[in-house]
């Protein structure tokens, strides 16, 4: 059973920057996709962006495009999310989420951190 612990949110103005981290327990094969997710109050889970664990191959929603990069250390079984460029719209709790299969959605997600609290404020 893997384990996913969320790290580096916080309070920041628009237009600021966040680094999330997401350490991931047990073994990670080379096939499978680490996820950020993320939800706004009163909102579905949304897709921000996805790695492939063995080829670093990135992926983003089209909210984030241009403003986020994800980005893996293999060594640490850690997973990054840079967020430059903050909007009050990026506002939420974010979550990492691990699987073997690649997809933008949620539900298709075994293994879930318990999420980060993001707040941009304006």
């Known amino acids: 059973q893997a384990q996913l612990v969320e790290s580096g949110g916080g309070l920041v103005q628009a237009g600021g920057s966040l680094r999330l981290s997401c350490a991931s327990s047990g073994r990670i094969y080379s096939s499978a996709v680490m996820t950020w997710f993320r939800q706004a109050p009163g909102k579905e889970r949304e897709f921000v962006a996805l790695i492939r664990w063995g080829t670093g191959a990135t992926y983003y929603g089209d909210s984030v495009k241009g403003r986020f990069t994800v980005s893996r250390v293999q060594a640490e079984n850690t997973m990054y999310l840079q967020m430059n460029g903050l909007l009050a719209e990026d506002t939420g709790l974010y979550y990492c989420?691990?699987?073997?299969?690649?997809?933008?959605?949620?539900?298709?997600?075994?293994?879930w951190g318990q999420g980060t609290q993001v707040t941009v404020s304006t």
């Open positions: 989420a691990r699987d073997s299969s690649f997809s933008y959605q949620p539900a298709d997600y075994r293994y």
